[in-house]
């Protein structure tokens, strides 16, 4: 429990991230206002803390302004997923951008501390492997990844020119694949649908040949981050980023859930999306020594974990789909 109580601002916060977040301020002896236009995110996300005394629900589009009184704004809305920032790329960027500049506001009236979650999407296709902070990224500016990831990248400008023009108190954390509990099951997300399908014992769909890399940090230890990140001195910008370094082809990711669920699934093979990363693995030099942290939970005892989720909640038949899907 922490000695002062804040009012903690947790936008998208009935999303995965989010919800987790919210958990974690309200568990830390805060007050949390969770504001989510519930695009992906979802209300069973939340329904557990309704009847905490600190916990608030606003459905709100961050696109909007909005006037609240607040210390302190984690700013995680935003389609996270690639079939879901896809769906309507007009509203991605303007969510990033617009309900950057909305958020930047409120923390310039209110002179609050306002912390971004970014993305590893920042560096793009990288070339320079694995990828530190001052790595300026391969982004194509013109391709269907585009409206998130350049969304990102112009939410990250405004944060550092609110930072510098209105010194504005500001925390960039570049979040890497971050998997658990409480994904979406129609997320599209690599964890989630390999999960799904295994349970369901239908085909595992591996895009492309699967030997691209992705490096998967289970969510309870991003949360960590995030919480070290925000607690920093004032001249702590970051970006700093959090993320687990083991990094794996997606083709291993396959096997081991199939492996760990016992499934008698097969790989199915699917095309590439057009701008999939070739590989991605975090360097976490900076959140080692800045932040004092790594991640803790090794990959097999998160996807157990993750694995459990899914079971009961196929098993409760709770696997609801997404606003727009
Ligand atoms: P998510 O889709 O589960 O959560 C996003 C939440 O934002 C949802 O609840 C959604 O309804 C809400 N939202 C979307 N647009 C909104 C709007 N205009 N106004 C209000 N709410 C809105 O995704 P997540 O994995 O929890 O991601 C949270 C944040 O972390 C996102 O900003 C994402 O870009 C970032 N991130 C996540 C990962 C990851 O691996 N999970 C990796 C990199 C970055
Ligand atoms: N804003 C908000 N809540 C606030 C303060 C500002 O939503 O408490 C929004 C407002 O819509 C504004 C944006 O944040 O357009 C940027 O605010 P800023 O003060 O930087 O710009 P200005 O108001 O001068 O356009
Ligand atoms: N992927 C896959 N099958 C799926 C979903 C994703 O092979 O059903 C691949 C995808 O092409 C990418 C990796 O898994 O190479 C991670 O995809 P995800 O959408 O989870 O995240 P991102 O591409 O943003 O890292």
Redesign the pocket.
Known sequence: MSLVRKRVLVTGGAGFLGSHLCERLLADGHDVLCVDNYFTGRKDNIAHLHGHPHFEMLRHDVTF???VEIDEIYNLACPASPIHYQFDPVQTTKTSVVGA??M???A???KAKILQASTSEVYGDPTVHPQTEDYRGNVNPLGPRACYDEGKRAAETLFFD?HRQ?RVRIKVVRIFNTYGPRMHPDDGRVVSNFIVQALRGAPITLYGDGSQTRAFCFVSDLIEGFMRLMNTADEVTGPVNIGNPHEIPVRELAERIIHLTGSASTIEYRPLPQDDPTQRCPDITLARSLLRWEPSVALDDGLRRTIDYFADLLASDGADTPRHA
Do not use: C, Q
Request: net charge positive.
């Open positions: 302004p909005l006037y500049i909305n930047l506001g409120l310039k009236r209110l609110y209105h």
